[in-house]
């Protein structure tokens, strides 16, 4: 049996990829890996104990939070607050960001923006949810308060993202800009092992993943492109199979292994799109790009638009390069 590399070990590894490092970023890997077997034990009690359902709460976007979605919340933001490596955070689930007032925290480098629960609507149904995560290095002067503009920086700026996948095993990917590594948690053992070592997303595939109820709603290349993936050529793997989890963490995730893409376009409902820019297109198009894929808003690279509001919405184009180059093509052609 080959050894096995825990997260822990393999995060040790690599603290020389960081000239001067201190560590800091290390532990804060290790706070989110452990906030994430935290929330990984209460998804999978979920239908055991009362935390099934909605909360009664509506959220600042505006959708109906569950019971899990602030649990989430809660277990991230206590280990991010906590562990002085952060200073403030923002996450998909609150109106403003929280500036943490310790002093240990207000000392600390990094701020994090995150989505505690993708894919809350899935919860009830047993069906693989996600948690996302960006890092950033603060722009304000270390021992104050976290500021908005540590919030607001472009996707290129992230020092670290990933995901966590809740599903038929646990996983915990992230990038930290030298490529992508997958852990599988082990149950047995509580940790987090690593079992997909530097992710290469294929150059392009055969699944599509698009909400098609909104077809009508959208761009008419989108139309188009639907078209494209169901006609017959088998020198392309057509026609594409049409893959829609609804948790954006699982189906990207599906399409960095397999190769595809994942379409979220604004809609004449969503005028801006539905994703939100800072918890889940940036921190999912660092991951993207590191594999060797693209992550667009069918124009432009997600990781340089400049997020002027906190829970600003984007469309997104996502997975295999050859894939989403094929989309960019029929918007144009349509416009
Ligand atoms: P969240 O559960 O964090 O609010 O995110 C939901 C997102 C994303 O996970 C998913 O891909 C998308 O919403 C699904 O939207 P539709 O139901 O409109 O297809
Ligand atoms: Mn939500
Ligand atoms: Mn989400
Ligand atoms: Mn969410």
């Known amino acids: ?21 201190t560590g800091e970023l290390s532990r804060l890997l290790n706070d989110i890996a452990l906030a994430s077997k935290i929330v990984n034990r209460d998804v999978n009690r979920a239908g055991l104990v009362d935390i099934l359902g909605a909360q009664g709460n509506t959220n600042v976007q505006g959708e109906e939070q569950q019971k899990l979605d602030v649990i989430a919340d809660e277990a991230f933001i206590k280990a991010f607050e906590n562990g002085g490596e952060v200073c403030g955070i923002a996450s998909e689930e609150n109106d403003d960001f929280v500036a943490f007032e310790s002093e240990a925290a207000m000392n600390g480098k990094y701020v994090v923006l995150f989505d505690p ?21 603060r722009k304000s002067a270390i021992g104050t308060k976290a500021t908005l503009e540590d919030m607001l920086q472009k996707g290129t700026e992230q020092v670290a993202a990933g995901y966590v996948i809740y599903g038929s095993s646990t996983m915990l990917v992230y990038t930290t800009g030298k490529g992508v590594n997958g852990f599988t948690l082990d ?21 599509y993943a698009i909400n098609e109820g909104n077809l ?19 020198s392309t793997g057509r026609p594409y199979s049409g893959r829609y989890i609804g948790s954006l963490v699982a189906d990207v995730h599906r399409n960095l292994i397999k190769g595809g893409v994942y379409v979220y376009p604004s809609t004449t409902n969503s005028p801006e799109g539905k994703l939100r820019l800072i918890y889940e297109c940036n921190p999912l198009a660092f991951i993207i790009e590191q594999a060797g894929g693209l992550a667009t808003d069918g124009k432009n690279r997600i990781m340089e638009i400049e997020p002027k509001r906190l829970h600003q919405r984007v469309d997104y184009y996502a997975g295999s390069k050859q894939m989403v180059e094929k989309i960019h093509e029929c918007l144009r052609a349509a416009e």
């Not at 047995?188 to 997303?201: M, N, R, T, V, Y």
């Open 187 to 207: 149950p047995s053992i509580g940790e987090f092992c690593l079992s997909h070592p530097d992710i290469k997303a294929p150059e392009t595939g055969r699944l």
């Open 117 to 137: 629960l993708d894919g809350s609507s899935n919860i009830d149904v047993n069906v693989s949810i996600g948690t996302i995560f960006s890092i950033y290095r």
């Open 216 to 234: 009508n709603r959208c761009h008419p290349g989108l139309k188009d492109y639907c078209e494209y993936v169901r006609q017959d050529d088998p």
């Open 1 to 21: 049996m080959s050894k096995v590399v825990t997260l822990n070990e393999f995060i040790l590894d690599r603290q020389d990829d960081f000239p001067f490092a």
